[in-house]
Protein backbone atom coordinates (compact mmCIF):
# COMPACT_ATOMS: atom_id res chain seq x y z
CA UNK A 1 0.00 0.00 0.00
CA UNK A 2 0.95 3.69 -0.45
CA UNK A 3 1.42 5.24 2.26
CA UNK A 4 1.58 9.48 1.95
CA UNK A 5 2.72 11.88 4.81
CA UNK A 6 2.48 15.60 4.80
CA UNK A 7 3.48 19.00 6.34
CA UNK A 8 5.31 17.99 9.34
CA UNK A 9 4.53 14.37 9.15
CA UNK A 10 6.94 14.48 6.39
CA UNK A 11 9.53 16.53 7.64
CA UNK A 12 10.28 14.77 10.88
CA UNK A 13 10.55 11.47 8.34
CA UNK A 14 11.92 12.70 5.94
CA UNK A 15 10.30 11.31 2.69
CA UNK A 16 7.23 11.98 1.17
CA UNK A 17 5.76 9.10 0.53
CA UNK A 18 6.58 4.89 0.37
CA UNK A 19 5.08 1.76 -0.52
CA UNK A 20 4.86 -0.58 2.63
CA UNK A 21 3.99 -4.36 2.77
CA UNK A 22 1.76 -4.60 5.84
CA UNK A 23 -0.27 -7.17 7.65
CA UNK A 24 -1.86 -4.25 9.44
CA UNK A 25 -5.55 -4.79 9.99
CA UNK A 26 -5.95 -1.06 11.21
CA UNK A 27 -5.17 2.34 11.05
CA UNK A 28 -3.88 1.82 14.68
CA UNK A 29 -1.93 -1.37 13.62
CA UNK A 30 0.00 -0.14 10.72
CA UNK A 31 0.81 3.01 12.96
CA UNK A 32 2.57 0.56 15.73
CA UNK A 33 4.51 -1.00 12.90
CA UNK A 34 5.76 2.13 11.39
CA UNK A 35 6.95 3.43 14.81
CA UNK A 36 8.52 0.28 15.60
CA UNK A 37 10.81 1.24 12.54
CA UNK A 38 13.03 4.22 13.70
CA UNK A 39 12.76 7.05 16.03
CA UNK A 40 11.98 9.49 13.17
CA UNK A 41 8.55 7.02 13.23
CA UNK A 42 8.42 7.23 16.92
CA UNK A 43 8.44 10.86 16.38
CA UNK A 44 6.06 11.47 13.52
CA UNK A 45 3.50 9.33 15.33
CA UNK A 46 4.10 10.18 18.98
CA UNK A 47 0.53 11.97 19.52
CA UNK A 48 -1.93 10.65 17.15
CA UNK A 49 -4.49 13.07 19.09
CA UNK A 50 -2.18 15.66 16.54
CA UNK A 51 -3.16 13.56 13.28
CA UNK A 52 -5.80 12.77 10.84
CA UNK A 53 -5.69 9.88 8.46
CA UNK A 54 -7.54 9.62 4.84
CA UNK A 55 -7.86 6.09 3.57
CA UNK A 56 -8.05 6.38 -0.38
CA UNK A 57 -8.73 9.85 -0.33
CA UNK A 58 -11.47 9.88 2.01
CA UNK A 59 -11.54 11.08 5.77
CA UNK A 60 -11.18 7.95 8.19
CA UNK A 61 -10.49 6.94 11.80
CA UNK A 62 -7.87 5.41 13.50
CA UNK A 63 -9.89 1.89 14.01
CA UNK A 64 -10.70 1.73 10.36
CA UNK A 65 -9.95 -1.25 8.85
CA UNK A 66 -7.16 -1.53 5.80
CA UNK A 67 -8.79 -3.94 4.13
CA UNK A 68 -8.77 -3.55 0.24
CA UNK A 69 -7.10 0.15 0.45
CA UNK A 70 -4.68 1.41 -1.63
CA UNK A 71 -3.60 4.62 0.27
CA UNK A 72 -3.44 5.98 3.50
CA UNK A 73 -2.22 9.43 4.57
CA UNK A 74 -0.76 11.20 7.30
CA UNK A 75 -1.54 14.87 7.84
CA UNK A 76 -2.17 17.32 10.65
CA UNK A 77 -5.53 19.01 11.30
CA UNK A 78 -6.32 21.96 8.88
CA UNK A 79 -7.88 25.36 10.10
CA UNK A 80 -9.38 27.37 7.27
CA UNK A 81 -9.04 30.88 6.85
Known sequence: MNVMYFAWVRERIGIPQETVETEAATVNDLIAEL?????????????????????????????????????VA??????GG
Open 35 to 71: RGREERYEAAFADISALRVALDQELSDFDAPLSGVRE
Open 74 to 79: FFPPMT
